[in-house]
Antibody
Framework: QVQLQESGPGLVKPSGTLSLSCAVS?????????WSWVRQPPGKGLEWIGE???????NHNPSHKSRVTISIDKSKNQLSLELNSVTAADTAVYYC??????????WGHGTLVSVSS | DIQMTQSPSSVSASVGDRVTITCRAS??????LAWYQQKPGKAPKVLIY???ILQSGVPSRFSGSGSGTDFTLTISSLQPEDFATYHC?????????FGQGTKLEIK
């Protein structure tokens, strides 16, 4: 069964860059799946950030404009998220997830990132 | 962006009750809808995808229906472990969007 595990700094300064990794276990990042990032601000709903597919196609949520970079490192079997120019509004639990048909069928446990000076 | 509106935002029910949660899309999404269950401090878990297909391992008391703009998630007989927050998500077009969530509480 596929397992995903997010990692990265829990605290980022305003205007800095949030960088997270998601390690995939018991499955290949090269499989014919797409991989997504989703976030959830404390006490609020879920927000889709974007996805990257084995084909190389990447789709982002335009609400983040050009601040988001999603990539895959095949040698490490992991995907990554970078979000730059962060503000307090970017404080959230960040999840990585595998895309099944189009649903998110496997999720990481999530990692809380706080933006604060 | 496609707006997803869930109702109710919260509901109180008892073990054994039948509960229905609705999700309305701001435009036609065919059957590209998924339902997730989320417990406090945990990641969401997919229950239903393609509007009505039960994810493997999910109890049969969960069911989904609908197409176009109107969808429902039904729990036929609530169990103690079902008290959680439920989210719908459209996967018809980018950016994928979620409903605001429905919190199911014990009466």
């Amino acid at each position: 069964q596929v397992q995903l595990q997010e990692s990265g700094p829990g605290l980022v300064k305003p205007s800095g860059t949030l960088s997270l990794s998601c390690a995939v276990s018991y499955g290949s990042i090269n499989s014919r799946n797409c991989w997504s990032w989703v976030r959830q601000p404390p006490g609020k709903g879920l927000e889709w950030i974007g996805e990257i597919c084995h084909s190389g196609n990447i789709n982002h949520n335009p609400s983040h404009k050009s601040r988001v970079t999603i990539s895959i490192d095949k040698s490490k079997n992991q995907l990554s998220l970078e979000l730059n120019s962060v503000t307090a509004a970017d404080t959230a639990v960040y999840y990585c997830a595998r895309v099944g048909e189009r649903e998110l069928d496997y999720w990481g446990h999530g990692t809380l990132v706080s933006v604060s000076s | 962006d496609i707006q997803m509106t869930q109702s109710p935002s919260s509901v109180s029910a008892s073990v054994g009750d039948r509960v229905t949660i609705t999700c309305r899309a701001s435009q036609d999404i065919s059957t590209w809808l998924a339902w997730y269950q989320q417990k406090p401090g945990k990641a969401p878990k997919v229950l239903i995808y393609a509007a009505s297909i039960l994810q493997s391992g999910v109890p049969s008391r969960f069911s989904g229906s609908g197409s176009g703009t109107d969808f429902t998630l039904t729990i036929s007989s609530l169990q103690p472990e079902d008290f959680a927050t439920y989210h719908c998500q459209q996967a018809n077009s980018f950016p994928y969007t979620f409903g605001q969530g429905t919190k199911l509480e014990i009466k």
